[in-house]
């Protein structure tokens, strides 16, 4: 089982819809949760960080957590073809040094916006 | 967010050669800094991770003496591909965090291409 789980799509939404992405984590440990953005050639860009259960908006983005689940998923509201890139979820167990300060990343999700 | 730099953002060197690339945090003191690679449509893979003043921590299955990490300051990291051959090539993009330790910020890459 991987660390981290992610489908690897292509999830395709028309534009102005809802693009769901979601992430299923191994470790019961993991305390931190972030959401990135990689176009294509480029290096990943953080859109969203979440920490505790529940629900976090950022604008058009919100994450959602569920520790107990270990689950954690990305919602875009209004989808906008500049929103087609690869979304990875990435996940720590906290703490600044050692192992457990380390990302552990999904081989993230293709989203498509279509006209 | 905070801002990381890297240069060069992309480099052609001949077989047998060495490459550096550096990696600046611009807005913040980065106490930890990450090395990573990524081959085309592929994952990103964690090559190394070094603490300021500190020895790097290599992942396993990288050549430690062939990937040179050098994080003298707080915010200058150096990664050296020491005689690069042509499998060298590839997308390489560091990453930094601040002393906290949450969120972590990636610079925009170098493509190394070994001819």
């Known amino acids: 089982q991987k660390e981290v789980e992610q489908n690897s799509g292509p999830l395709s939404v028309p534009e102005g819809a809802i693009a769901s992405l979601n992430c299923t984590y191994s470790?019961?440990?993991?305390?931190?949760f972030f959401w990135y953005r990689q176009y294509s050639g480029k290096s990943p860009e953080l859109i969203m960080s979440?920490?505790?259960?529940g629900d976090k908006e950022d604008g058009r983005f919100t994450a959602q957590l569920n520790k107990a689940s270990q689950y954690v998923s990305l919602l875009i509201r209004d989808s906008q073809p500049s929103d087609s890139a690869t979304y990875l979820c990435a996940v720590k167990r906290g703490g600044s040094t050692g192992t457990a300060s380390k990302l552990t990343f999904g081989t993230g999700t293709r989203l498509q916006v279509t006209l | 967010g905070a801002v990381v730099s890297q240069h060069p953002s992309w480099v052609i060197c001949k077989s047998g050669t060495s490459v550096k690339i550096e990696c600046r945090s611009l807005?913040?003191?980065?106490?930890?800094m990450f090395w990573y690679r990524q081959f085309p449509k592929q994952s990103l893979m964690l090559m190394a991770t070094?603490?300021?003043?500190?020895?790097?921590?290599?992942e396993q299955g990288v050549e430690k003496d062939k990937f040179l990490i050098n994080h003298a300051s707080l915010t200058l990291s150096t990664l050296t591909v020491t005689s690069a051959h042509p499998e060298d090539s590839s997308f390489y993009i560091c990453?930094?965090?601040?002393?906290?330790?949450?969120?972590?910020?990636f610079g925009p890459g170098t493509r190394l291409t070994v001819t």
């Open positions: 070094s603490n300021e003043g500190s020895k790097a921590t290599y």
């Open positions: 979440i920490y505790s259960n």
């Open positions: 470790d019961r440990g993991s305390q931190s």
């Open positions: 990453s930094a965090r601040d002393w906290v330790g949450t969120e972590q910020y």
């Open positions: 807005d913040f003191q980065a106490t930890t």
